[in-house]
């Protein structure tokens, strides 16, 4: 045993495996080829060589308690390891002999095809499996450990080998089962310690990558549903040279070897101080043949610390020196040397600009001068919009509906107006919301009257618009040109002195559209401003006579609402779109 692995073992915490009362059992389980269950005595060396008792083994239902422990604590410093002296083996006559009632396990029928049943009625046929191949060997006074990152084997001219090897895969459960197997490896020599180095668990594995990236390259060209397929897959994965072989498993290849360590019920759970033993914080765990009533184990940190002090150690005194030109330690410098940079070029303007205000605002008031340092806001500038458009692409949309297929039913046009008319005032609105506006140009603004939170919610409900009317919504934002920011907005229609509305076609909106059709239906309402709406009217399906409109109400009920009527056009109008979409170009 080498020194770094002498250290690693003194220095572990002792851990009892089992109850210290069947320790008469225990001692007969290391000398001789007896697995002692809960409540069955099954005897080893009789069984065939391709024959392996089932490792579900039954029993009483009650579970054995967790045997309480008692631990031995080893200094931090190394330190050798308390040897005791092991009685010599018992045959199994003495096994028979000394197998009593004290001994609370059921007698075994010499027969490995027919166990007898114990108290608890349940009868043990080993004939239900197959199991891998299990050597006869005799049990003697020998060592094994088991490591995370070690091997333990032994070989000798005139008897079998044993090793036990786990891998430094800390994610996998296999290592706390072979743990719990450990103390029924069975050798006629002692086992040595040896510490292979051996992979890790590594996705940049040559084998690994290819693999992967075939599975990846399967998976676009179509689904993999069954497991059968990952098999010509990872077989085909290789381009140049051999081939990977590939060995399908069946069932019958998994053996739930769990089922063994929950007869052998070894102590995990804590230790003699009441510390809870976490099973994926252990890198050693060592059995001793010679004492069996305790096991050892050894803790990540220390195996750390271990692990970098020989480490150091066999670097020796050239591990002081620094190679200052490595690739990692001249990025570091330039690093460094760039930050100084910038704190002293800002040290330095500073300075500079200090020495500046001085000469220049000599005699200046600092209030004064704070005044004039202020950023200075910027106020957004008005840029009228009309929503001329929306009517002229509900009119387009319309006829190329009615000419392209006949079978998609075209809602009413006014139903159409009103909601896409009501989707370009909503982003009028969410867009105003963000910015100031100068209080001198509100009175001259459309302040959206009648329209809340609520009416921005249904419009949210549009899940398709149409290209003609999409265009013209996403061209309302913000403009910034040459350090001024113009803001979108409509203009408000203006009033006469009676109060009345005198419309104007670019300031029709969705919000006013009532009080528009009312007054162009009116015919008190000024002839000019009739003419010039009736000229420029965008409003699709408006009748006119002598500029009169003759039918408002078609355009908008005298009882519409949001809150309803909007609801209702939006409802009529999505499935239009949906099958516009399916069956129309863009």
Not at 110 to 123: H, M, T, V
């Amino acid at each position: 045993m080498d020194n770094r692995a002498r250290r690693m073992v003194n220095c572990c915490t002792k851990v009892p495996p089992f109850n210290p009362h069947d320790a008469p059992e225990v001692r007969k389980r290391c000398n001789d080829d007896i697995l002692i269950s809960k409540n069955k005595l099954i005897k080893m060396n009789n069984t065939p060589e391709h024959d392996l008792p089932d490792l579900d083994m039954g029993g009483s239902s009650v579970p054995t308690p967790i045997p309480s422990t008692y631990v031995v604590k080893t200094p931090d410093v190394p330190s050798s390891i308390d040897q005791t002296v092991v009685p010599s083996p018992i045959s199994p006559t003495e096994v028979d002999k000394t197998h009593s009632s004290t001994c609370n396990i059921p007698a075994m029928n010499e027969n490995e095809e027919d166990f007898s049943p114990d108290d608890s009625g349940d009868e043990y046929r080993p004939e239900k499996a197959k199991r891998p191949i299990i050597k006869r060997r005799q049990r003697s006074s020998s060592s094994s450990s088991s490591s995370s990152s070690s091997s333990s084997s032994s070989s000798s001219s005139s008897c079998s080998s044993s090793s036990s090897t786990s891998s430094g895969n800390t994610s996998q459960h296999s290592d706390s089962i072979l743990s719990q197997i450990q103390p029924f490896i069975p050798n006629e020599k002692t086992i040595p310690v040896l510490r292979i180095i051996r992979h890790t668990q590594n996705e940049g594995d040559t084998a690994h990558s290819i693999i992967e990236k075939a599975i990846k390259k399967a998976k676009k060209s179509g689904a993999i549903y069954e497991s059968d397929q990952y098999v010509q897959v990872i077989r085909s994965a290789k381009k140049k040279g051999n081939q990977f072989i590939v060995e399908e498993l069946n069932f019958d290849n998994f053996y739930d070897v769990k089922k063994l360590t929950d007869e052998i019920e070894l102590n995990t759970v804590k230790d003699v101080e009441g510390n809870t033993i976490k099973t994926s914080d252990i890198r050693v765990i060592e059995f001793r043949k010679d004492n069996d009533a305790v096991y050892r184990y050894k803790l990540k940190p220390r195996y750390q610390e271990d692990c970098h002090s020989e480490e150091m150690a066999n670097r020796g005194n050239n591990s002081k020196r620094t190679n200052r030109s490595s690739p990692s330690h001249t990025k570091r410098d330039t690093e460094r040397m760039e930050q100084f940079r910038i704190k002293k070029g800002t040290e330095v303007v500073e300075a500079n600009r200090q020495r500046i205000k001085e000469s220049m605002f000599a005699g200046v008031d600092m209030e004064e001068y704070n005044r004039l340092a202020e950023q200075q806001v910027l106020q957004s500038k008005m840029l009228s919009v009309t929503s001329r458009g929306v009517g002229v692409g509900t009119t387009h949309l319309t006829y190329v509906a009615k000419q392209y297929d006949e079978r998609i039913r075209v809602p009413n046009i006014y139903a159409q107006f009103r909601a896409y008319l009501a989707l370009f005032e909503a982003k009028l609105m969410s867009v105003v919301e963000h910015f100031p506006v100068v209080p001198r140009f509100s009175e001259h603004i459309n302040d959206h009257s009648g329209l809340n939170s609520e009416f921005l919610r249904i419009i949210r409900t549009f899940s398709f618009v149409p290209a003609p009317i999409k265009r013209i919504v996403d061209a309302i934002g913000i403009l910034k040109h040459e350090d001024k920011v113009y803001l979108p907005v409509m203009a408000k229609s203006p009033t006469t002195n009676e109060g009345l509305i005198r419309p104007r076609p670019e300031s029709t909106c969705f919000s006013n559209l009532r009080e528009t059709v009312v007054a162009l239906s009116n015919a008190n309402t000024s002839i000019n401003v009739r003419r010039r709406y009736h000229e420029n009217c965008a409003i699709p399906g408006a009748i006119w006579e002598n500029h009169l409109l003759m039918n408002p109400d078609e355009i908008i009920p005298g009882d519409y609402t949001f809150e309803e009527g909007l609801r209702n056009d939006i409802m009529i109008v999505m499935p239009y779109l949906n099958r516009l979409q399916k069956h129309a170009p863009k």
